[in-house]
């Protein structure tokens, strides 16, 4: 079974360990800014893509000085993760307003 390769089980909980880190944050920091402006806002999505590119990078920093450690798995389980947290965490928290519509 795959799941049972100690260096596939610490790629798939560091990568979704490292998706979950990013997500949050970025998440937090869109929702302190949406009440700024919108300016303030669009500087803080930007900075969240830039956080999880950073984090992608540091993931493959990381993984490339771990023997023990898939980077196969590490890497598809932080895309996969970012993207699942994305569409959760993004559009449960950051809907657009449209009563007035």
Do not use: C, K, N
């Amino acid at each position: 079974m795959i799941w049972t390769q100690p260096a596939l089980v610490a790629g798939v909980r560091f990568g979704v360990a490292a998706a979950w880190a990013a997500s949050t944050a970025s998440v937090t920091w869109l929702l302190w800014a949406r009440e700024r402006s919108t300016g303030t806002f669009w500087g803080a999505f930007g900075g969240g893509m830039l956080l999880r590119g950073s984090v992608l990078g540091g993931l493959l920093l990381w993984g490339l000085r771990r023997a023990g450690t898939s980077m196969e798995a590490l890497l598809i389980s932080y895309g996969l993760a970012l993207l699942g947290l994305m569409l959760t965490l993004e559009i449960r928290h950051l809907r657009l307003r449209t009563d007035g519509l």
